[in-house]
């Protein structure tokens, strides 16, 4: 079973240092059905180089929009660049990402495997399966965050008049 962890920030092995124990018997319980293989982002390592950026307080004078957000991201993406010249971040992206997955899983000897992703790890689990769906035997998706900058539950809908969130919630 492939762990493909959340964020962007989730660090796995943080959970271990912390002693985190709600994760670590989560982790334990998957183990006894199977292999467990936690892969972490890119850049995203303790154990290496980690990229790390900061980024503003969300505007309080305004609701929220799909597109302030998208912009923020790609602001967010830009200053990386523009804060790391000397590194090559070409190969920070999600096609990359599922190359690491089907490159691990090759070099541990696995045909097909199981996923377990949740939050961006959805993203990331959604692509390996687009990809590679003969190497995916099934998966498990938490938090689920659809690749079109969609949101399960925007909280700026939540800042709706009653009648319009009426609205939006009877479907």
Known sequence: MFWLPGGPGLSVRGAFAANDRGKLRTWLEL???ADLVVLEQRGDSVRGEMLTDTREAWPQDRPASVEASAESMR???RAAVHANPDKDLSGYDIAEFVADVDDLRRALGYEKISLFVGSFGSQW?????RLHPQIVARAVLSGVEPP?????????????EPAAKQAIFNF
Do not use: C, S
């Open 31 to 33: 183990r006894a059905v």
């Open 75 to 77: 602001a967010r993406a």
């Open 125 to 129: 689990g959604l692509a390996v399966i």
């Open 148 to 160: 079109d900058n969609g949101y399960d539950m925007p909280f700026y809908l939540l800042r709706t």
